[in-house]
């Protein structure tokens, strides 16, 4: 019987760690090994006379286990971890998921009931007479998991099943015949079979299987590290290039990592890396590790070495390619890649077009590159040229995506010309008129005092205005600063001020106290500029714009939310969802561009923006920043 009830408590524990989730179980990985191993010995000494004696009648019990000295040890081994697993899923409840805790919360409820009934099992040791009721509690603790396994999935029952089923199929097709073969080899050597003996046999070979099984990948492993230590190392560099191509859009990063394994791992004299420069029509070294005479830092893209290279389309060696330098093509091939200090030189090809060109000096132990090292730099050459094309693609598309912020910045600023040309014309005309009265007035004392204070104001708000529409006009790099996003948001208020009091639109500012939160403040001013100029567009005239700014707790996290709602006309339902998207527009001069931009600028602040709409009520824009990005 305590074949079985030795491992109950390592399982349980094993269990457990399990249904917690992954992290739990990777960080007390060690514990479970451990707990195990404990069994086990506990296992062994279960068929000596140290773990169990026999059994004997006891307070009225006609078969109870008579212990031996290992069994106490045992039983506080069992206590441990019972009262262990119990703490720990107790200390997880509250971290984990809704889901999650439904599931624990049965296994909390099956392992009240099953423990408790499995520990006074203990009690008459201690001569405390207790009804033999611990065997049928621990059967309800089968029968509370598995109804979680069923009806809440505690655990993925589908596996199980599957697996199950690999080792039933696997059973028949190979153990079958084997005890097949079994018992006619007891029959044929020993004229008799014994059944202990073939049951035996058959639980050896099937214990086996599965260590097998589970043994064999750290058993291959082992011996490619210790005995094919170059296959193990090929492997290794393989899966770090391929890492790096998956991990990097920034081309620099890319050829910095890849250039120190090539030189690290296949001991590389020397890298470098051309790509092709389809303005100069060339192949431009891009970057390079310890190179120091070449020369050849471009190749114009009707070289004869080019063309050869982008038909052969593979990887070629300069030693190899010496043998037959009696044809001139090959000829001027083998003097190119000398004069690139290439021993190697592998074409990056892109849909049967060369785009790249990565060159290797020579090994430094003074080897030949091996099969083994072609084929590595072939996969990674095709790799590379993805990657490659793919960080070529991303940068065009930082580009456009700058020049549509540009020409957005532009768009917005021309909305606002007329207002901005009628506020800036108040106060020079203000200045043009005391300059006029100068002539007459000028011994008027109190005159100059207030002409000198009137004209120095006007000449303020003139200055500010402008400095204003240069700051937000101005193609600057984003910087992102602690910044106050209501300080952000009066910045703009000049900006449309004019054209609020033109269309009769009041606006209103709810602004609360908000933490200091990590922006770049020019385009923070051209996410809000975008969403009130469609704000006055939707009302027309006679109006209300209210901005109201607060903090909020998110996930845990501390955010500042800005929210902006007019009472416009409202966006149909049917194009809510359509509005972020580029080019989209219901105006008939817009470009499509405002709200698709803002919503990029947002996402680059890991932020978030939202809109509701009433049709003929209004809308609202909610864009929440974390104060830590």
Known sequence: MYCGAIFVPSSFVHLIFSASGINLYARNKKIIIATYIISIIFFISNFTPLFVK???????????????????????????????????????????SAVKRNQLKYMYIASIVG???????????????????????????????????????LLDIEIVIKKGMIYAYLSFLIYVPCMFIII????????QTNTYFSAMVFCTLLLASLVFLKLKPEIEDYIERTLFKRKYEYKKTLRELSEIVISFLNEKELFKKA????????????????MLNKEKKAYTLRASQYLKKTKAKELPQQDTFVTW???QGQAVVKEVLERSVDDPNIKHVVERLASLESEVCIPLMMRDHLIGIINLGNKRSGDMYSHEDLDLLTHFAAQASVALE??????????????????????????????????????????????DLVPIRYKDEEFRGEFLKLTSSEVDRLSKLVSELLEFAKPA????????????????????????????????????ETPRTKLDADQMKQVFLNILLNAFEAIEAHGTISITSRE?????????????????????????????????????????????????????????????????????????IPCKN
């Open 54 to 96: 026999g059994v004997r009648e006891r307070l009225d019990f006609k078969y109870f286990t008579d212990p031996g000295i290992l069994f106490s040890v045992f039983g506080l081994f069992y206590l441990f971890n019972v009262i262990y697993g119990f703490y720990k899923l107790i200390e997880e409840f509250p971290r984990v």
């Open 115 to 153: 423990f408790g009934g499995a520990l006074s099992t203990f009690l008459p040791m201690f001569n405390i007479k207790t009804p033999p009721v611990g065997y049928y509690l621990i059967l309800s603790y089968t029968l509370i998991v598995s109804y979680a396994i069923v009806k809440h999935q």
């Open 184 to 191: 006619f080899a007891q029959r044929y050597f020993f004229g």
């Open 259 to 274: 250039g120190n394994i090539l030189t690290k791992d296949l001991d590389a004299e020397k890298v470098s890396f051309f």
């Open 309 to 311: 290279l982008e038909e």
């Open 390 to 435: 793919n960080a070529r693609l991303y940068q065009e598309m930082q580009r456009t995506q700058q020049l549509m912020r540009r020409t957005d910045r532009l768009s917005s600023l021309g909305s606002l010309t007329a207002g901005l040309a009628h506020e800036i014309r108040n106060p020079l005309v203000t200045v043009k008129t005391f300059l």
């Open 477 to 512: 790099k984003p910087k992102f600063r602690m910044r106050d996003i209501n300080q952000i948001i009066e910045e703009i208020i000049p900006l449309i001020a004019v054209e609020a009091r033109k269309r009769d639109i009041a606006i209103e500012k709810n602004f609360r």
């Open 552 to 624: 909020i707790h998110k996930n845990g996290t501390q955010h500042v939310q800005v929210e902006v709602a007019d009472t416009g006309t409202g966006i149909p339902k049917k194009i809510l969802e359509s509005i972020f998207d580029p080019f989209f527009t219901t105006k008939d001069k817009g470009s499509g561009l405002g709200l698709s931009i803002t919503h990029q600028i947002v996402e680059d602040h890991h932020g978030t923006i939202e809109v509701a709409s009433v049709p003929k009520k209004g809308t609202t824009f909610v864009i929440t």
